[in-house]
C-alpha cells in the first residue's frame, strides 16, 4: 500500500494542473498515467537533434489566464515561443486550393445563400443551439455543409454538428504583456512536465486504475499490476467513460452524469521531414472538404531551417495502412521516402445540447466530498478549460483542507 495526501489519476493537463495546486499547497502528491508518457492532449514529439512537433493541441493564447499563471508558476513565463500569422488553406484531393485565409475562405461560400442569411445575423445567440444550427442561420445550410461544417471540424478533430454552440469559442479577457497566441520552445508538453516536476509529485506511468473504492477516511485505487494506493484526497482527470467507470463505487450519482458525455477518438500521425521534401505551401493548417482525416497541422508557423513537420488528424475508423497511403498521397511523397511517423490516440469528448446540466448535475453528487474530478469535458475542450477546471475543483476540495 502506498498513501500519500493526494492521489490524482490521468497526467494530462487537468491532472498536472491539479498535482500543482496541490503540492504548492504542501501536499504529497501521487500522479498515476496509464500511459508510458505524460501529457494527455498535450502531446510534443521530438527528434534526435531537438526539432519538436505537435500531435495534440497546437497553440495557447494570451487569453489563456490560468495556464499563463501556471507556466508563471512553473518558471517557464520566459519560455514562451511566438507563432507566426495563422494561414488557413483548403484541400482539394491531394492539393490546396488557390488563395488563403479570408479571401480563400469568402470564395468558397455561395455569396447568394450568404447574402441571404444576412437578416438572420441579429440578434443571432450561441446559447441554446447547437453548432449546425448557429451558423447555418449565419451562412445559410448548403455553405455550412460544404465550407463553414469542415472548417470548424478541424478545432475539435470530430464533426462539430451537435456541440453546444457556446462551447467551440469563447471570449476571455487577453494579457496585453504576452503575444496574442503563442507556444513553448520545446513544445507545449513541457507544461506538463514542468508541473509534475515539481517538489512533492511523484509520477507513475504506465500504471492503469482498475477501481476505486472508500477505505474508511479515504479513497483506496486499485492497479491493474494489483498495488494499491491511498489518500483522502482523490482527483479523477480522465476521460468521460473512465471517470465513470471509477465513480461507479464512491459517486454512482456523479457516474451517471460522467456516463452521459459522449466521446469520439482521433488518430493522429505525424511527419517531420527535410526542408525541401515537401512542396506544400506555406500554411498552418489545411482543411479538406472531405476526406479521411478532419485537418493537417503544420509547424509551419514556428519555421526551422531544417525541416517541416505535418501533423494528420485521422478519423478513427480508419485503418492504419490506409491513413499512412493517404498522408503520403497528400505530402506528394513514396511510403519508403517517409521515416516511420509519430503517433497518437486521443480520446476526445464529444458533448451535446444540455451538457451544462449535465455537468452541474455531476457537480452536485459530488459535492461535500474529498474527490474531484476534471478534464476536458466540463467548460470545454480548450487547454484553459481544463486548467480553470482543475483550479476551481482544488479551491473546492483542497484549498481549505
Same mark, same amino acid.
Given at each position: ?38 501529457g ?36 517557464l513565463?520566459?519560455e ?8 488557413l ?99 507545449l508538453a ?19 486504475a482498475?477501481?476505486?473504492? +472508500?477505505?474508511? @477516511? !479515504?479513497y483506496?485505487?486499485? $492497479?491493474?499490476?494489483?498495488?494499491? =494506493?491511498? /489518500?483522502?484526497? *482523490?482527483?479523477? #482527470? ?21 456516463? +452521459?458525455?459522449? @466521446? !469520439?477518438?482521433?488518430?493522429? $500521425?505525424?511527419?517531420?521531414?527535410? =526542408?525541401? /521534401?515537401?512542396? *506544400?505551401?506555406? #500554411? ?9 482525416f ?11 531551417? +531544417?525541416w ?10 480508419v ?67 481544463c ?15
Open positions: 500500500m502506498t498513501t500519500s495526501d493526494v492521489l490524482v489519476i490521468g497526467a494530462g493537463i487537468a491532472g498536472a494542473s491539479f498535482a500543482f495546486h496541490a503540492a504548492r499547497a504542501g501536499r504529497r502528491v501521487v500522479v498515476v498515467e496509464q500511459g508510458a508518457r505524460a494527455g492532449c498535450l502531446a510534443t514529439a521530438r527528434t534526435a537533434d531537438g526539432y519538436w512537433y505537435e500531435l495534440g493541441a497546437h497553440t495557447a493564447y494570451n487569453s489563456y489566464g490560468a495556464f499563463l499563471e501556471l507556466l508563471e508558476g512553473c518558471g513565463l520566459g514562451l515561443q511566438p507563432r507566426g500569422k495563422p494561414v488553406r483548403f484541400l482539394e484531393g491531394n492539393a490546396p486550393l488557390p488563395g488563403k485565409n479570408l479571401g480563400l475562405l469568402l470564395r468558397q461560400l455561395d455569396l447568394l445563400e450568404l447574402l441571404r442569411a444576412v437578416p438572420r445575423w441579429r440578434g443571432a445567440r450561441m446559447e441554446g443551439h447547437s453548432v449546425r444550427a448557429h451558423y447555418t442561420r449565419l451562412v445559410g445550410a448548403r455553405n455550412y455543409a460544404r465550407v463553414l461544417g469542415p472548417l470548424l471540424g478541424a478545432v475539435p478533430s470530430q464533426a462539430p454538428d451537435d456541440f453546444p454552440a457556446e462551447m467551440l469559442f469563447k471570449r476571455r479577457p487577453r494579457r496585453k504583456d504576452v503575444r496574442r497566441s503563442f507556444t513553448l520552445r520545446g513544445g513541457r507544461a506538463v512536465e514542468a508541473a509534475l516536476a515539481q517538489p512533492g509529485i511523484e509520477l507513475q506511468l504506465g500504471c492503469a482498475h477501481g476505486v473504492e +472508500r477505505a474508511g @477516511e !479515504s483506496r485505487v486499485t $492497479l491493474e499490476d494489483g498495488r494499491r =494506493l491511498e /489518500a483522502p484526497l *482523490l482527483a479523477l #482527470a480522465v476521460p468521460p467513460a473512465a471517470a465513470a467507470r471509477l465513480l461507479a463505487a464512491v459517486a454512482p450519482r456523479a457516474a451517471a452524469q460522467a456516463a +452521459r458525455v459522449r @466521446e !469520439s477518438a482521433v488518430e493522429s $500521425l505525424a511527419f517531420a521531414l527535410p =526542408l525541401s /521534401a515537401v512542396r *506544400l505551401p506555406h #500554411a498552418s493548417f489545411l482543411v479538406p472538404r472531405q476526406d479521411l478532419h485537418s493537417v497541422v503544420t509547424r509551419d508557423v514556428v519555421p526551422d531551417e +531544417r517541416r513537420a505535418f501533423t494528420f488528424h485521422f478519423r478513427p475508423e485503418e492504419r495502412s490506409r491513413r499512412l497511403a493517404r498522408a503520403s498521397e497528400v505530402l506528394g511523397l513514396r511510403r519508403d521516402e517517409l521515416a516511420p511517423p509519430a503517433e497518437r490516440r486521443h480520446v476526445l469528448p464529444s458533448p451535446v445540447l444540455g451538457h451544462a446540466d449535465t455537468v452541474r448535475l455531476l457537480d452536485e453528487a459530488l459535492r461535500g466530498q474529498p474527490l474531484a474530478v476534471s478534464g476536458n469535458w466540463f467548460g470545454g475542450l480548450a487547454i484553459e478549460d486548467v480553470l477546471r482543475s483550479k476551481a475543483e482544488w479551491r473546492r476540495v483542497g484549498a481549505g483542507g
